[in-house]
């Protein structure tokens, strides 16, 4: 059973920092590329970083380009997604997710990151 635990949210400034974290377990970790996803509020989920299983080959969202950074670790079972220069509109909650995922994965909790004054 595919289990995502997500971590690291909280409340910052804009132009904050912020450090999520993802472990892992259920799956055989270094064989799937993982994935960050928000959904703001009133928002569709959206698709914010991907980083492949083992020669670490990223994708970003162009909203995120340069601001965010995705990395994993195989031997933690662990991806996070490192996240600078925040603004309001980042505010969201975040989930990882393994891609290519099965129809029987379900969404973690998610971490709630809210960027406000």
């Known amino acids: 059973q595919v289990q995502l635990v997500e971590s690291g949210g909280g409340l910052v400034q804009p132009g904050g920092s912020l450090r999520l974290s993802c472990t892992a377990s259920g799956f055989v970790f270094s064989s799937y590329s993982m994935r960050w996803y928000r959904q703001g509020e009133g928002k569709e989920r959206e698709l914010v970083a991907q980083i492949s299983p083992t020669r670490n080959i990223t994708m970003y969202a162009y909203f995120v380009k340069g601001r965010f950074t995705i990395s994993r670790d195989n031997a933690k079972n662990k991806v996070d997604l490192q996240m600078n220069g925040l603004l309001f509109e980042d505010s969201a909650v975040y989930y990882c997710?393994?891609?290519?995922?099965?129809?029987?994965?379900?969404w973690g909790q998610g971490t709630q990151v809210t960027v406000s004054l």
């Open positions: 997710k393994r891609f290519p995922s099965d129809r029987s994965d379900s």
